[in-house]
C-alpha cells in the first residue's frame, strides 16, 4: 500500500521496520499440506481470488502479475490504474486453459476449493504436471477443513495471522520481504487501533449478523459462520454472533434469524452478479419490505452497515471492515 494512504501511526510504524535481508533461495515451505520448493523469485504471476491480486500488488509486484480472476467488488483505488493494464482472464472462475496459456511462473489462489483435490480450475497435480506452482492463501486452510460445507468448516476462531502469514510468505517467495513486513506491520497498527475504539464502547448484550447474499431473494440466505472473519470481527468488536454453525458460510432461514433478532445487520456489496441478491440494493429492499425479516430491530431502527464483500472473506481488507464497523456502532446507541 503506497506511503500517501497509510495513517500516520501505521506509516510511523512501517518505517521503524528494519530492513529485511533478501530471501535465501531454494526456498522451502509448506502451504496448505503441499510441500513447495522456489529455486528462484517467480518472475510472473496468475492470480485467482481477488484477496490474492491485491495482495501481489500491495507488495509493489504487479508488474508481474499476468492476469487475473475471481473478483467480488472493484480492486482498491491506489490499484484502479495498475489492475486496468492486467488481463482479466475471467470475473468469476477461470479456466485450466485460460490460466496455463498465460504460462505463469506461480498461480497465487484465495480458495482451495480452486485448485483442491476437486478443483474447479483444476487441482495443484495438474498445474505440477505442466511445470506451474500453486500458492494457496493460508487463511483458506488455517485450521479449517474444507472438505465440508460449501465453503469449508473452521475448526478454530479465524486469526488475522493467518492472512498476514500470506502476505509474509508471498513477500518471500517473490523476493521482496522487506515490503511483507512492512505491510503486514501497518495492517497490523490498523486492526488494534480499530479494536481499541470499539472497545470502549463496552458492549455486552449486542448481536450481529453478516449478510453476504442468496441463490434467490426468497430463499434461506448465506450467512457468515462463527468462526469466520465476520465471526472474528464481531468478537473483537464485542458483538455476539446470531448464527451459531462453524460453516463458513452456511444458509439460515429468515424465520430463524428473526428469532434471533440481531442489533445490527451487515450486508455485503459487490460487483458480482451471480445471485439476485448480489446486489446490494435488492437486499437493503427485501430486508424493508419481507413480512418476517422487516420485522427484526435493526431493520426498524436502521442499523445497517454496507461492507465490501471482498471484506468479508480473509483478506488484507478485513482491517478496512473492522474500521468502517467501529466507525458505525457509536451511532447505533448500543450496550
Known amino acids: 500500500m503506497p506511503a500517501r494512504f497509510l495513517p500516520a501511526a501505521a506509516l510511523g510504524a512501517a ?20 510441500d513447495l ?75 482451495e476449493w480452486h485448485v483442491g483435490p476437486q478443483g474447479i480450475v483444476a487441482t495443484r497435480e495438474q498445474f505440477a504436471d505442466v511445470g506451474i506452482p500453486t500458492y ?78 442468496s441463490a434467490e431473494m426468497d430463499v434461506d440466505p448465506y450467512v457468515a459462520g462463527r468462526k469466520g472473519p465476520p465471526g472474528y470481527m464481531m468478537e473483537k468488536l464485542g458483538l455476539r454472533n446470531v448464527v451459531e454453525s462453524d460453516e463458513e458460510w452456511p444458509t439460515v432461514s429468515w424465520e430463524t434469524i428473526a428469532r434471533a433478532n440481531p442489533s445490527v445487520i451487515v450486508v455485503a456489496r459487490m460487483e458480482r452478479r451471480r445471485f439476485p441478491a448480489d446486489d446490494v440494493e435488492k437486499k437493503l429492499e427485501f430486508l424493508k419490505t419481507d413480512p418476517v425479516a ?8 436502521n442499523r445497517i452497515v454496507i461492507l465490501d464483500a471482498h471484506s468479508m472473506d480473509p483478506s488484507i481488507r478485513n482491517v478496512t471492515a473492522l474500521e468502517t464497523l467501529a466507525e458505525a456502532l457509536p451511532a447505533f446507541g448500543l450496550k
Open 37 to 111: 520448493t522456489f529455486d528462484k523469485a517467480p518472475e510472473s504471476a496468475v492470480t485467482v481470488g481477488q484477496a490474492a491480486t491485491e495482495i501481489l500488488y500491495s507488495l509493489g509486484l504487479g508488474d508481474k502479475v499476468l492476469g487475473t480472476s475471481v473478483w467480488f467488488t472493484k480492486v482498491l483505488p491506489e490499484f484502479e490504474e495498475l489492475n486496468s493494464k492486467v488481463e482479466r482472464l475471467a470475473d468469476n472462475d477461470p479456466s485450466f486453459e485460460s490460466v496455463v496459456n498465460r504460462k505463469p511462473d506461480l498461480v497465487a489462489v484465495q480458495y
Open 294 to 301: 422487516s420485522q427484526m430491530d435493526a431493520v426498524k431502527n
Open 136 to 213: 494457496i492463501l493460508p487463511a483458506d486452510c488455517w485450521k479449517k477443513d474444507n472438505t465440508t460445507g460449501s465453503d469449508g468448516t473452521r475448526q478454530a476462531l479465524f486469526e488475522m495471522k493467518s492472512v498476514y502469514a500470506g502476505v509474509t510468505e508471498l513477500g518471500r517467495i517473490f523476493n521482496v520481504p522487506d515490503k511483507g513486513e512492512e505491510l503486514v506491520a501497518t495492517l497490523k497498527s490498523r486492526e488494534a487501533a480499530a479494536i481499541e475504539k470499539a472497545r470502549a464502547l463496552n458492549l455486552t448484550g449486542a448481536s450481529a449478523l453478516f449478510w453476504f447474499s
Open 15 to 34: 518505517l521503524a521496520l528494519p530492513a529485511a535481508a533478501e530471501t535465501t533461495y531454494p526456498l522451502s515451505l509448506t502451504n496448505c499440506g503441499v
